[in-house]
């Protein structure tokens, strides 16, 4: 395996590896904004640098997503009773299920790392432990979004029409502030 770096403009220093296994030309852009395209077997150096000019748009992307990563606010580190939380949690989505008439089966209370909560195929909705550190209206969001789930199954534009019936149009806007919250591993 061998390795070239160069300086790129508009980019830094890009790392171009060759790989004896890789059967395609490949870019990888790690969270720590490191650039490397990967060479594959029978491939040369020119053609690397021809791929990767055809993706620069796409690599700067990639790095605009970083940065705005980067900007996202921590849950705060509060000293909540999770058990108390997920209590009143269960009691708000119950208050919201009975007054929109959005009935779900159960509900669970779990340690996720990617979603703030999700609702099955059979109308089950578990909800991250995370949430309990939102501020309370991402908490109702959330909450709300996961029971308009048991009427419209995917994030469609039927689903959030039907959402923003119940967020006072807002639906769009409570999601992006969503966005700045980071969910963090709890053990």
Partial sequence: MSITTLAISNLGFVTFTRS???????????PDKT???TIPRGGSLSEAKQFLKS????IQKQLQKIDQHAQCRD???????????QIN?????DYFSKKHNLSYNRAGFRCQ????GSCSGK??????????????ELQDYVLLHELVHTKVKNHSKNFWAELDKYTEGRAKELSKKLKKYRIKLRV
Wanted: net charge positive; aromatic share 10%.
């Fill in 55 to 58: 993706k620069i748009s796409w």
């Fill in 75 to 85: 849950m705060p580190d509060l000293d909540i009773d999770l058990k108390e939380a």
């Fill in 20 to 30: 004896s296994r890789a059967k395609y030309q490949r870019i990888t852009v790690r």
């Fill in 35 to 37: 650039i490397t395209v």
């Fill in 113 to 116: 790392k990617t979603r703030w």
């Fill in 123 to 136: 109308n089950n909705i578990n909800l991250n432990v995370n949430i309990a550190f939102l501020p309370e």
């Fill in 89 to 93: 949690l269960f009691h708000q989505l």
